[in-house]
């Protein structure tokens, strides 16, 4: 039976879209296990015993049934619009990912220029949460959000660019294939430099502390969400997850390799999805052991050092391409 | 410093439009406690502050002269709450001035014990909550809190043990303790001790190489060696300014005059400084405990006899003024008696509240996010500012 195109590409949407918010769900278990364990706790338990394993769904299930609180002197418009606004980049982000080989919804010929240029889509939203709750955290928040995410998408890019010229494409695929040999993270200097840099940019990009300064708990309360509640709530704390696990699994496609790894080619997705983990797990591990850092301090990073990092290494990048001839693949 | 200059706005060369004021507390994740500071905000530079306290009083004073020299120094805790020891220690000291009642040399080594313990108590809480300020819940400042807590837990069940009380302890009275140590209880509090600090070295692993760290606190919140005179800070504070002044060594009570112990100085007068100060009397708080479970001279735990009416202690006609060094400064209480079984009048001296008079000074001209960093060094409890 083949299913028309449209059908088809309706239901490859559907099963990932669900596999994404499944993975969401329990990576937020994840990271708190592995945050409880740093942290000498044991952290969720009882709710689906051992080990909290229905901790995520109880979570879920409590945002949803609870109240849904619109500040009196909220822009409902804005307000309302606001965490759909930020979730839907968040999760079109995926469309662009191959899991394995043909194995995704869109294995695009512009893949990384797509998951870059909708990835910073979120800003959108994040803004008019700030903005339409008409609360001064909120707003503060918001224009932090607006300082950082654009001085940190720049170093982001520019890292991300450097597999994309070591590679000579922007197709996802042709960019794992072309680390058959050596995964760009172990590319001699250039891919070790570059691999870290885009760690960094993807903690500020994912608001994780040491950047966490738009949610700032102990400044601005819970920043740009600090008006939202129930599902609402519910939906911006998916749409971060997911932005952070969508960049996770970039990482692992640009840097680490992808779904190679030794043992049959049924294994792949796992490799894929072990990686990921694992870029999202350092992630995790910067993020419980530093202390926040102030918003000069981070546009000064930003700025003065990763911006003109990137771009030399970007440079350089583009030179060892050029004298080792052919480009690419 | 007159009071209208502390309201000024400090000038940072603005280019926007309009003013944002920001009302910081009394509920706020960062307010340790109830502490409302009215921000105005030039973008993200804080350039006055106005901070309004109060939410928390309990008319401690006036409860003072209600209650009897037996009764209020079970209250007296409930000023300090963090601190208890130190707030019950200063009420009866006091008490003991007036009335010239002496305390057994036993009694005052139990006080240091007890009165270092909770100081090691006491910091733990305050490095906890303080990078939880900076670290935020969902940080490593959550991580640094937790393992302080962790030890701080052990320490209180020491004083468990020792009291059977875990936050406000009625352990002192007047003429001496009301409790001896239970049988073993020092060896349990020299492993407890040597544990914390070892513990102490991790945190400062952690903390003390950390860019991170060092650059939210190095060269914020400076109070200057003449501010901290004026204003009369005490404590790690006055101490991180560079001025060398700690009542148990400028004054000792409880025979502090018998142990050896440092008294840390540091000159920067920023946050930093005030953590060096406090992560250093962590060590000296344990050096001293040990000498006096070392040292610990037999005989009475009191010199009077031992509760059976609250009408007990009467105290002769007159006034005095004892001090104590607390954890977050000198803690002093001032009584006048008239020769009842009630002080005719009692004042509390609050570090907490003298400390924090330091703020309208010292935080305009930062970013929002040094407020928090400011507040969780200067380390006030409100039970003990409001009363």
């Not at chain 1, 792949?268 to 797990?281: I, Y």
Request: include cysteine; charge should be neutral; hydrophobic fraction near 50%.
């Amino acid at each position: 039976m083949t299913l028309p195109p449209v059908a088809q590409h309706a239901l490859e949407a559907f099963v990932v879209l669900n596999a994404v918010i499944l993975m969401v769900t329990y990576v937020t278990l994840l990271e708190r296990k592995f945050a409880a364990r740093m942290q000498s706790r044991i952290g969720p338990y009882y709710v689906g015993r051992p080990h909290g394993w229905l901790q995520p769904i109880a979570d879920a299930l409590k945002l949803m049934i609870k109240e849904d609180i619109v500040p009196a002197a909220a822009d409902r418009g804005v307000y309302n619009l606001a965490p759909v606004v930020f979730l839907v980049p968040c999760m079109l982000i995926f469309a662009t990912i191959p899991f394995a080989p043909a194995l995704g919804v869109a294995d695009l010929g512009i893949g990384v220029l797509f998951f870059l240029a909708v990835s910073s889509l979120e800003i959108v939203g994040l803004f008019m949460g700030g903005w339409g709750s008409n609360n001064k955290y909120a707003l503060l928040s918001a224009m932090r959000a607006v300082n950082q995410i654009i001085s940190y998408d720049l170093p982001f890019v520019f890292a991300a660019l450097v597999p994309v010229v070591l590679a000579g494409s922007l197709q996802m695929s042709v960019i794992v294939a072309a680390q058959q040999g050596l995964w760009f993270a172990f590319y001699p200097v250039i891919g070790q430099l570059a691999f870290l840099a885009y760690l960094v940019a993807t903690l500020a990009a994912e608001n994780r502390v040491p950047f966490d300064i738009l949610e700032a708990e102990s400044e601005l309360v819970a920043g740009f969400r600090v008006e939202y509640s129930g599902m609402k709530f519910a939906l911006i704390q998916l749409g971060e997850y997911a932005h952070m696990l969508g960049t996770s699994f970039l990482g692992a496609l640009l840097f680490l390799g992808g779904w190679l790894g030794p043992g049959p080619a049924w294994l792949g997705p796992l490799w894929f999805l072990g990686k990921a983990l694992l870029v999202f797990l350092v992630v995790t591990w910067v993020r419980w052991s530093f202390v926040r850092i102030r918003v000069d301090q981070i546009l000064a990073i930003s700025w003065k050092l990763l911006l003109p990092a990137t771009l030399v290494l970007l440079l350089a990048t583009g030179l060892v391409v050029a004298t080792r001839g052919a480009g690419g693949v | 410093m007159p009071d209208t200059q502390v309201r000024q706005t400090v000038e940072v060369g603005y280019g926007g439009n309009e003013r944002l004021m920001m009302n910081m507390g009394p509920q706020h994740p960062s307010s340790h406690g109830v502490f409302r500071m009215i921000l105005t905000l030039e973008g993200e530079t804080v350039v006055g502050v106005d901070a309004v306290i109060g939410y928390l009083h309990r008319c401690h004073e006036k409860l003072g002269e209600t209650l009897t020299y037996v009764q209020y120094p079970s209250i007296a805790s409930k000023t300090d709450y963090v601190a208890a020891m130190t707030s019950e220690l200063a009420y009866v000291s006091a008490v003991e001035k007036v009335a010239k009642i002496d305390v057994p040399r036993r009694a005052q080594y139990l006080r240091v014990v007890a009165a270092e313990l909770q100081r090691i108590a006491s910091h733990c809480l305050w490095l906890g909550t303080w990078c939880l300020d900076m670290g935020g819940a969902l940080g490593g400042g959550a991580t640094v809190f937790l393992y302080c807590i962790r030890e701080r837990e052990l320490v209180l069940d020491r004083l468990e043990e020792l009291t059977g009380a875990r936050l406000l302890y009625g352990f002192h009275q007047v003429g001496g303790t009301r409790y001896d140590i239970p049988a073993g209880w020092d060896v349990k509090v020299r492993e407890t001790v040597d544990f914390i600090e070892r513990r102490i070295d991790e945190y400062e692993a952690m903390l003390g190489a950390n860019a991170f760290f060092l650059a939210r606190t190095q060269g914020v919140g400076v109070i200057s060696r003449e501010l901290a005179q004026a204003v009369g800070v005490s404590g790690p504070l006055i101490r991180g300014s560079g001025v060398n002044y700690d009542v148990r060594r400028a004054e000792p009570y409880s025979s502090y005059g018998d142990f050896d112990f440092v008294v840390p100085v540091e000159t920067a007068g920023d946050c930093y400084a005030r953590y060096r100060v406090r992560m250093v009397e962590f060590r000296q708080s344990i050096r001293i405990v040990r000498q006096a479970l070392e040292g610990l001279p037999e005989g009475p735990i009191s010199s009077r006899p031992g509760v059976k009416s609250v009408g007990q202690v009467r105290v002769p006609k007159g006034e005095g003024y004892a001090r104590v060094e607390g954890a977050r400064g000198e803690v002093g209480c001032y009584l006048v008696s008239d020769g009842g079984p009630k002080p005719y009048r009692m004042k509390w001296r609050g570090a907490s509240f003298s400390n924090l008079a330091v703020l309208p000074h010292i935080v305009p001209g930062h970013k929002v996010a040094d407020v928090v960093a400011i507040m969780g060094s200067v380390d006030p409890v409100f039970g003990e500012v409001d009363r």
